[in-house]
């Protein structure tokens, strides 16, 4: 199995677990915060989403889904487009109302097939590439992919997680 493979596959389990958490939800299912303050599926799948669409569209050089393929307008949320999620608020995680599981694992969708058209055109010597300089030590390609793969496992599990209790 070459990297890109591995990287492939593991990108494929996000979105396996995404459409598992989210599919067939309404838009109530969706925003349901367990104890009224937890991250709901809708926050929980666009954030992890969003993470993913910036960190690799960075990588890549390419421009994000979420801006550039009109994405931000069919969602309609009160933030900048450039907002990922990282370090809202709760107030911030209710203001994230999704109107249907489909639209959410539609913006998934889209961004997992770009994210898994260019994990799959790397070679084992690309990942080296130093593409944040801003910690130290500098962040590889391939720490960067480990971290947004680890990142959105989390929350997709948090989201299967707070399906299961509905």
Do not use: C, K
Not at 60 to 77: E, N, S
Not at 82 to 100: K, L, Q
């Amino acid at each position: 199995m070459t990297s890109a493979q591995l990287l492939t596959d593991a990108f494929g389990r996000i979105r396996e677990t995404v459409h598992e958490a989210a599919g067939g939800l309404t838009a109530d299912q969706l925003a349901h915060r367990v104890g009224g303050r937890a991250n709901s599926i809708g926050w929980l799948v666009w954030h992890l989403t969003r993470i993913q669409d910036d960190h690799i569209a960075d990588a890549a050089g390419t421009p994000q889904v979420w801006p550039g393929d009109g994405w931000a307008d069919r969602f309609g949320l009160p933030f900048d487009p450039s907002d990922t999620g990282y370090g809202h608020t709760s107030a911030e995680v209710a203001a994230v109302r999704v109107e249907s599981a489909d639209l959410l694992t539609g913006y998934h969708d889209a961004v997992h097939e770009r994210t898994a058209e260019y994990v799959g055109s790397l070679a084992d010597g690309d990942l080296e590439r130093i593409v944040d300089r801003a910690w130290d030590p500098p962040v590889t390609l391939g720490v960067r992919l480990v971290s947004v793969i680890s990142d959105d496992l989390q929350h997709a599990g948090q989201a299967a997680f707070v399906r299961g209790l509905l």
